[in-house]
Each structure stands twice: as C-alpha cells, then as structure tokens.
Nanobody
C-alpha cells in the first residue's frame, strides 16, 4: 500500500522550532510535487508550502521567512522546518503529493494525503 506518513509534531513554546517529516512508503519509485497543509481547530485546511520535483519552493505569507520546506528524493521524503513558532501555527499538519509507484504491470502515479501530525504552540 502506497502512503505518506508524517511525524515530528508535538508541543512547543512560542518562539520554538519543530521539524516535520513526511516519508512515502510502499513500492514508490519517485515523489513529485509535494506540499504541506494545516488545519486549525474549527478552521478550513490551508496551504502552507510547496516544493516541486525540481526543488522550487513557495510559501504562504503567514509562514514565509519562518518555515523551510525541503526534500530528499533518495528517501522519498519531504520536510518542514518550522522556526519562530507562534500560537497561531497550532494545527494538524498534513503532507500531500504525487507518488509514482510500480503497479501490476507498469508505473502509476497518484495523489496521497498523510494522516497528519499535531503541532501545538503554547503562549
């Protein structure tokens, strides 16, 4: 089964930092464009950052200059370094992306969401 698994969430004080990881598992041949999203309690899921297959990055204005998205293609992994965390960064964080895997007879590509990892920033 092809899936994305996040880790690295936790409780941190205002101004602290965390590093989230998202690793693809299963018969994955490669990962494509990948992104991080978050959903705070009672709010809609919002986009946080994207990294393309060639390494180009984009960030939401609310995290620009504080968060850094990166990837390790050899490990089918994407990371989110979060610095200078604020209480408003509290949310469930999800990774999303395109995974190419070996199907029954030929490679196939699909989009997957991870299960989420909770980040709580205390004031």
């Amino acid at each position: 089964q092809v899936q994305l698994v996040e880790s690295g969430g936790g409780l941190v004080q205002t101004g602290g930092c965390l590093r989230l990881s998202c690793i693809g598992s299963g018969s994955i041949l490669s990962i494509g464009d990948m992104g991080w999203y978050r959903q705070a309690p009672g709010k809609r899921r919002e986009w946080v950052a994207t990294i393309t297959s060639d390494g180009s990055t984009n960030y939401a204005d609310s995290v620009k200059g504080r968060f850094c998205i990166s990837r390790d293609n050899a490990k089918n992994a994407v990371f989110l370094q979060m610095n200078v965390l604020k209480p408003e960064d509290t949310a469930e964080y999800y990774c999303n992306g395109e995974l190419t895997y070996m199907g029954p007879t030929y490679p196939m590509t699909l989009e997957r969401w991870g299960q989420g990892t909770l980040v709580t920033v205390s004031s």
